[in-house]
C-alpha cells in the first residue's frame, strides 16, 4: 500500500498530517490564513483602500499642503506635516460628526452624532434589505426609489385621512407602507413572470412614473396640505407617528427598531424559511430550480413583492419617523444608494445591517468634516464610490494586499503530501520536505516490490490489442 492511501484511511489510527498552514486536516479549525483568505477581510481592506486614496484626494486638494509643496525640497517637513495635519482634521471632524463628538463636555451632547447616524441609517437599512433580496433571487432591482415613494404615499394618504387609536393607527400606517410598496415591487414581478420583461428596464421607468405620481399627488387637494402652495402633504398626526427612541434631544425614533427586526426577518426568510429556499435556488440557476418543482415565475414575483415591501417600509419610515410628513424629496437618494449598500454587505442580512449602518455615519460625519474643515462633503460620495469598486473588484483589493486567493489553501490540502510542498509554494516546504521525501520513497518502495515483469510489447502492439 502507497503511503497516500495510508494517510486517507480513517481508521489508520495515525493522526492527521499537518497543513502547510500549520491547521490539520479534517480539524474543523480555522487558520490565520483561511481567515485572511475570507470575503470579510476583502470588504474590510476595501473600505480601508477608499480612506487611503480618499485621503490622498484630500492632501492634494488642500490649500496649505499646496503652499508647503512650494518649497519642499527645502523643507520637506512643512509639506509632510501639513499633509498629516489635512487628513487627520478632516478625519477626526467626520469621526465627531457621526460617532462620538468628544469635544463636547455633557455626555449628550457628545453621542448625539451616533443618533443621528443612526437615525439617517433607518430607512437605508430597511430598502437595502428589500434590495439583497432581489439580488439573491437573481434580479438585479433598481427600482427601490420608486417602491419606497409608493410606500410613503399609502402611508401618508392613510396617516392623515383617517383618525384612529395611537396604536391602530401606527399598525395601519406601517401596512399600507408595506402593501404600498410590493404591490409598485410585484408590478414588475408579474411582468417579468408573464413577458419576460427585463427588471432593469422596467424598474428605471417605474422610478419615474412613481416620481412624477408623487409630484402629481402634492400638487391635488389629495395629499397637497390645505391652504398651501408647495407640493407638501400635512403632517401625519401623533396617533400615526414613531415615538421618539430617546427623548425629545434626538430624533432617533422607533424607527429603528423596525429595521432591526426587519434584518431578522430578512435573515429568517432567507435562510431558515422555505420560500427562502426557493428564492435562493432561483438565484444560483433557474433552470436547475425549475427542474426540481420550483416555480420560477411566482418565486419572481415573490422577491420583487418582498423587496418592494421592505422599500414601502423605508418610505413609511421616513414620513412617521423622520420628516413626518410627505414632500417629494422623500425617497431622496436612498434608492441608488440601497444597491451600494447591498453590494458592501453581499446581500447578507447582518453585512447589510452593518453597511447601512457604516454609510449612514458617512452621510451624518460628512456635514461636519465639510463645516469644520472646509473638505468638500463629495468626498464621503468618492469614499462610497471606491468602496463599490473595490467590492466589485475582490481580485484588485487581493493583489495589492498580496491575500491568498479564497480556494488556494484548500487545494493545498487536499494535495498529495508527495508534491505537496512543490505545489504549496510557501516557506513550509522546507519543513515538510523531509517527511514528504520519507512517505514518497516508501510509496516507490511498494510500488516498485508491487510492479510487475516489464512487457517486451511495443506501443503500437499495445494499441492494436
Do not use: C
Request: hydrophobic residues 50%; proline residues 5%; negative net charge.
Amino acid at each position: 500500500m502507497s503511503a497516500v492511501t495510508t494517510e486517507d484511511t480513517p481508521d489508520s489510527g495515525q493522526p492527521a498530517p499537518p497543513t502547510p498552514d500549520g491547521g490539520s486536516r479534517g480539524s474543523g479549525s480555522f487558520s490565520l490564513r483561511e481567515v485572511v483568505a475570507g470575503n470579510g477581510m476583502v470588504t474590510v481592506l476595501a473600505i480601508v483602500l477608499s480612506l487611503v486614496i480618499s485621503a490622498i484626494l484630500i492632501i492634494v486638494t488642500d490649500e496649505e499642503v499646496t503652499e508647503a509643496a512650494g518649497y519642499f525640497f527645502a523643507r520637506p517637513t512643512d509639506t509632510i506635516a501639513a499633509a498629516w495635519q489635512a487628513v487627520a482634521a478632516a478625519y477626526a471632524a467626520l469621526f465627531r460628526g457621526a460617532v462620538f463628538n468628544y469635544q463636547d463636555d455633557s455626555f449628550g451632547d457628545a453621542i448625539y452624532p451616533l443618533m443621528e447616524s443612526l437615525t439617517v441609517a433607518t430607512p437605508l437599512i430597511i430598502i437595502s434589505l428589500g434590495i439583497a433580496i432581489s439580488f439573491r433571487s437573481g434580479l438585479f432591482n433598481i427600482g427601490g426609489q420608486g417602491q419606497m415613494i409608493f410606500g410613503a404615499i399609502f402611508a401618508t394618504w392613510f396617516g392623515v385621512h383617517l383618525q384612529l387609536p395611537f396604536g391602530l393607527h401606527l399598525l395601519l400606517v406601517l401596512i399600507m407602507g408595506i402593501l404600498g410598496g410590493a404591490v409598485w415591487g410585484a408590478v414588475v414581478g408579474v411582468l417579468k413572470a408573464l413577458t419576460g420583461a427585463h427588471e432593469v428596464i422596467l424598474t428605471i421607468m417605474l422610478n419615474y412614473v412613481a416620481v412624477h405620481f408623487v409630484t402629481f399627488l402634492l400638487y391635488t387637494p389629495v395629499l397637497q396640505r390645505e391652504g398651501s402652495t408647495n407640493p407638501v402633504s400635512a403632517f401625519l398626526p401623533e396617533t400615526a407617528q414613531f415615538p421618539l427612541l430617546f427623548g425629545e434631544a434626538y430624533r432617533l425614533n422607533w424607527g429603528f427598531v423596525v429595521a432591526v427586526l426587519a434584518t431578522v426577518f430578512a435573515w429568517w426568510l432567507m435562510r431558515r424559511s422555505t420560500v427562502g429556499f426557493q428564492l435562493r435556488a432561483v438565484g444560483a440557476n433557474p433552470h436547475a430550480a425549475r427542474t426540481a418543482g420550483v416555480s420560477v415565475k411566482t418565486m419572481y414575483v415573490v422577491a420583487m413583492a418582498t423587496s418592494g415591501g421592505l422599500a414601502g417600509l423605508a418610505g413609511m419610515s421616513q414620513v412617521a419617523g423622520t420628516e413626518r410628513m410627505l414632500n417629494t424629496d422623500v425617497a431622496g437618494s436612498f434608492g441608488f444608494d440601497a444597491i451600494t449598500v447591498a453590494l458592501l454587505g453581499r446581500s447578507s442580512p447582518v453585512g447589510v445591517f452593518a453597511a447601512g449602518l457604516l454609510f449612514g455615519a458617512l452621510r451624518a460625519g460628512g456635514v461636519t468634516m465639510q463645516t469644520e474643515t472646509g473638505v468638500p462633503i463629495d468626498i464621503v460620495l468618492i469614499i462610497q464610490s471606491l468602496i463599490v469598486l473595490f467590492i466589485a473588484a475582490p481580485p484588485l483589493v487581493r493583489t495589492i494586499f498580496r491575500l491568498p486567493k479564497p480556494g488556494a489553501l484548500q487545494e493545498r490540502r487536499t494535495a498529495d503530501p508527495v508534491v505537496q510542498p512543490v505545489l504549496a509554494g510557501d516557506a513550509s516546504a522546507d519543513a515538510t520536505g523531509e517527511a514528504a521525501d520519507d512517505a514518497g520513497g516508501e510509496a516507490l518502495g511498494d510500488a516498485a516490490a508491487e510492479e510487475p515483469e516489464p512487457s517486451t510489447t511495443t506501443p503500437a502492439e499495445g494499441e492494436q490489442r
